[in-house]
């Protein structure tokens, strides 16, 4: 069984429940399985996750990241991990595996857009390929909240809140398809 890699970074927990979200349609699909990793941050000490490694990235067959957006852009303590990846690019670690990103933001216009659009510049930099959220997914059209083609993302309105319907459905379906394309990139 192939593994699928997810890596993020939470402060208040929204980046964490769609990484819950999006394993669970990884592993719904029964072909894959996924890993949650997390990053070194002040915040680790509120997480159950492991720290992520660099074996991490060499054992997966695909990767999913996500960060809360912080200025149209990633959080700092992920975007400290991708800057400490010069050996992986050097040895093509991540080179042709399935790449994704998914992030949370305080409100609706807070640059989910563009977040994603910069998470994915690493990704690429490795030599990944990059997967996000088709319009066949009709939860894309009918959410008033989080839910690009870019990756999934949610919209906490500066509260402490749960998923909504369609952002717990549009993670689920990307994890899903995620998986899926894994599987046919490594049949």
């Not at 890699?5 to 719904?28: C, F, V």
């Not at 050996?87 to 305080?106: A, D, I, M």
Request: hydrophobic share 30%.
């Amino acid at each position: 069984m192939k593994d699928i890699l997810i890596l993020y970074y939470s402060k208040n927990d929204s980046t964490k429940k769609m990484a819950r979200a999006i394993s669970r349609g990884i592993e719904s699909s029964e072909i894959t399985s996924s890993i949650i990793r997390t990053v070194k941050s002040d915040h680790y000490k509120d997480t159950d996750d492991m720290l992520v490694t660099k074996d991490d990235l060499k054992n997966c067959s695909g990767m999913i990241i996500g960060s809360p957006t912080h200025f149209g852009n990633m959080a700092a303590p992920l975007k400290a991990f991708f800057d400490n990846t010069t050996e992986e690019w050097f040895n093509n670690t991540l080179e042709s595996k399935l790449g994704g990103v998914f992030t949370s933001t305080s409100s609706m216009h807070g640059g989910q857009e563009t977040t994603l659009l910069s998470m994915m510049l690493p990704l690429i930099h490795h030599g990944m390929i990059i997967a996000g959220v088709p319009y066949s997914e009709k939860n894309l059209s009918s959410t008033s909240s989080g839910g690009t083609p870019y990756g999934p993302s949610h919209v906490s309105h500066n509260q402490k809140t749960d998923l909504t319907d369609e952002e717990k459905l549009i993670c689920l379906s990307y994890g899903k398809r995620f998986a899926e394309l894994v599987e046919k990139l490594n049949s």
